[in-house]
């Protein structure tokens, strides 16, 4: 049982553990230097980590564009998944796209992804369109789905 989690944004010290989550949780892994130009080159990207027990856990990325929010990546260490962990982190970082003054969110997932396709609409996505051959390693399509973070009910 986990006993509390806590949220914060990402800092350049935890980019080694937030490798290791990535290098577990995704077929093509975004590489060290592209989450540093994250945190230090991109003026629109925020960064929240999940921790539990002072372990980074989870991450989530967002990009804020005037009103517009877009989730780049979510990741739940496997062993910690299937805990309510995932839902937690999306529903922290939509307060931050909220209070960053984003009205809407989008984001992109692998067709194929239903664990996760049920959580976004268990949080009021709605699938928007296809984006052909989006995921380089085998040209899956992704699902974009969007909601409109106003009407989001905590």
């Known amino acids: 049982m986990i006993s509390s989690v806590a949220f914060r944004q990402m800092r350049e010290e935890d980019l080694n553990q937030i490798m290791?989550?990535?290098?577990k949780s995704f077929a093509t892994p975004w590489t060290y230097d592209?989450?540093?130009?994250?945190?230090?080159?991109?003026?629109f990207a925020h960064y929240v980590v999940a921790e539990v027990d002072q372990e980074i856990i989870g991450y989530c990325g967002l990009w804020v564009i005037i009103d517009e929010g877009h989730i780049t990546n979510i990741a739940?260490?496997?062993?910690y998944r299937g805990n309510g962990l995932g839902e937690k982190l999306l529903l922290a970082v939509i307060d931050t796209a909220r209070e960053l003054g984003a009205e809407t969110l989008?984001?992109?997932?692998r067709v194929s992804n239903d664990v996760a396709k049920g959580l976004y609409r268990k949080l009021g996505f709605q699938?928007?369109?296809i984006r052909k051959s989006y995921y380089t390693d085998n040209y899956e399509d992704a699902l974009v789905?969007?909601?409109n973070i106003n009407d989001h009910k905590r």
Not at 20 to 23: A, N, T, V
């Open 20 to 23: 290791e989550i990535e290098k």
């Open 34 to 43: 592209a989450f540093y130009n994250e945190l230090h080159t991109n003026q």
């Open 76 to 79: 739940i260490l496997p062993e």
């Open 106 to 109: 989008t984001l992109e997932v």
């Open 127 to 129: 699938d928007g369109g």
């Open 145 to 147: 789905m969007w909601v």
